[in-house]
């Protein structure tokens, strides 16, 4: 378990061009879940999914990462805890089923995508993210997680792209995600167009109110999320 671990760390390294800042934090992550499973004389298992997805997402600060990007789209927002999002999540049943396809739209650091695919399963699980920086910081948190899960290969798969270019890479989703509150609604609704390109009884989670003849309103949740309480709006699409 621990020499995977390392050789999976050199992975890591080689994949950040950011220098030796963000090497030695993440491997200080590293060494900090080793310890922590050496505490419960453990690899890996179901209990210890969380605390690891909480370590590796420790400290991570979006806002910081999308410093220099001044337009409201890039506003970093997030659930406040990753219990918000299983939380949220426990009410899709596309989840939990066999083979679902999840997509965070806009993914910023990965939280969604993991917990998707570690805590729920997904088959497939795809984030699509305009920002390097935070592009690089969720491929570094899925390695980390995975250099832990040597049962499963994860299949997380994230894309530095904008999310109207890449229809073709999520079009077969059975879940989206898309935590748009701060985006205008001139884009938000582009976006929503394309919906009607996704396939019948896909549901989307959205943090707006979403108005359209072939998305039916399932369930309004509450969240915590950084900008204080919110909703999140879960649609299935006829
Ligand atoms: C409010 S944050 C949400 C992060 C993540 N979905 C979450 O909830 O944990 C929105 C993210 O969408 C990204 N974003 C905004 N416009 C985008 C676009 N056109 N294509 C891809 N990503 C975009 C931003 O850079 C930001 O990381």
Request: hydrophobic share 40%; with cysteine.
């Amino acid at each position: 378990m621990f020499l995977q671990a390392i050789e999976i760390t050199d992975q890591i390294m080689s994949l950040l061009p950011q220098g030796s800042e963000l090497k030695s934090f993440i491997r200080h992550k590293v060494q900090e879940i080793q310890s922590m499973l050496k505490m419960h004389n453990s690899a890996l298992n179901e209990n210890l999914k969380l605390p690891i997805l909480n370590i590796i997402f420790k400290d991570l600060d979006g806002f910081q990462l999308t410093k220099g990007y001044n337009s409201s789209q890039h506003d970093y927002g997030e659930m406040r805890s990753l219990r918000d999002y299983i939380d949220a999540f426990a009410y899709s049943k596309n989840l939990k089923k066999e083979n679902a396809c999840f997509t965070d739209l806009g993914c910023g650091l990965g939280k969604a995508n993991l917990v998707a695919s570690s805590i729920f399963k997904a088959k497939k699980s795809i984030g699509i993210e305009i920002i390097p920086r935070l592009y690089t910081m969720a491929c570094a948190g899925k390695m980390l997680f995975q250099s832990f899960d040597n049962k499963r290969e994860l299949s997380i798969e994230y894309f530095n792209s904008d999310i109207m270019q890449s229809l073709q890479i999520w079009k077969d989703s059975d879940v989206v995600y898309l935590n748009c509150l701060t985006w205008s609604r001139e884009v938000v609704r582009e976006i929503v167009k394309l919906f009607d390109q996704l396939k019948a009884g896909c549901e989307v989670f959205c943090t707006l109110k979403i108005r359209k003849n072939n998305m039916k309103l399932i369930k309004t949740i509450e969240a915590e999320m950084t900008w204080g309480r919110g909703r999140v709006y879960l649609y299935v699409l006829r």
